[in-house]
Nanobody, 124 residues
């Protein structure tokens, strides 16, 4: 069983930055592919980005490419989402997810473990 706890959300003006963190309770954190998803009111949960278990490969949705960066610290069992140049359309609840696999997927249904989510609001 893996528990994930996100933190770092909040209210920021357009053009600003936020850094989200996701702390995991897994005994072997490095065995999990990690991803971030987001969900705006009335919309589906969308893939934001993902990172391989070693951290050497990252993947991003086109909408955030060049602005967001995913990283992980396996010693601290934490994955991060650095968000720069934020836009009002980035407003959503952000979730981290874990999958005991070597493949990063953009499909939410393949991730078994989820955090509770953290709200990010970008004002114009």
């Amino acid at each position: 069983q893996v528990q994930l706890v996100e933190s770092g959300g909040g209210l920021v003006q357009a053009g600003g930055s936020l850094r989200l963190s996701c702390a995991a309770s897994a005994r072997t954190f490095s065995g999990y592919v990690m991803a971030w998803f987001r969900q705006a009111p009335g919309q589906e949960r969308d893939f934001v980005g993902g990172i391989s278990w070693s951290g050497d490969r990252t993947y991003y949705a086109d909408s955030v490419k060049g602005r967001f960066t995913i990283s992980r610290d396996n010693a601290k069992k934490t994955v991060y989402l650095q968000m720069n140049s934020l836009k009002p359309e980035d407003t959503a609840v952000y979730y981290c997810a874990a999958r005991a696999n070597t493949v990063v997927s953009g499909v939410s249904g393949v991730y078994k473990y989820w955090g509770q989510g953290t709200q990010v609001t970008v004002s114009s």
